[in-house]
Nanobody, 124 residues
Framework: QVQLVESGGGLVQAGGSLRLSCAAS????????MGWFRQAPGKERDFVAA????????YYADSVKGRFTISRDNPKNTVYLQMDSLKPEDTAVYYC?????????????????WGQGTQVTVSS
């Protein structure tokens, strides 16, 4: 069992930055691929970014490419999402997720464990 706890969300003006963190429990974190997803009110949960077990491979949604950066620190059991040049359309609840395999994926059904989410609100 893996427990994931996100932090770092908040209110920011358009053009600003936030860094989300996701702390994982357990000793198997370094063998899991990790992903970030987001869900706006009334919309489906969308893929944002993913990273493989070692951090050597990353994937991004087109809407965030060049603005967001996913990274991980395996000794600290933590994955990060650095969000720059934020836009009002980035407003959503952001979730981190763990996939019990080495390679990353961009479909939510590929992930077995989820955090509770953290709210990100970008004002115009």
């Amino acid at each position: 069992q893996v427990q994931l706890v996100e932090s770092g969300g908040g209110l920011v003006q358009a053009g600003g930055s936030l860094r989300l963190s996701c702390a994982a429990s357990g000793r198997t974190f370094s063998t899991y691929a990790m992903g970030w997803f987001r869900q706006a009110p009334g919309k489906e949960r969308d893929f944002v970014a993913a990273i493989n077990w070692s951090g050597s491979t990353t994937y991004y949604a087109d809407s965030v490419k060049g603005r967001f950066t996913i990274s991980r620190d395996n000794p600290k059991n933590t994955v990060y999402l650095q969000m720059d040049s934020l836009k009002p359309e980035d407003t959503a609840v952001y979730y981190c997720a763990a996939r019990t395999t080495y390679s990353a994926a961009n479909y939510p059904q590929e992930y077995a464990y989820w955090g509770q989410g953290t709210q990100v609100t970008v004002s115009s």
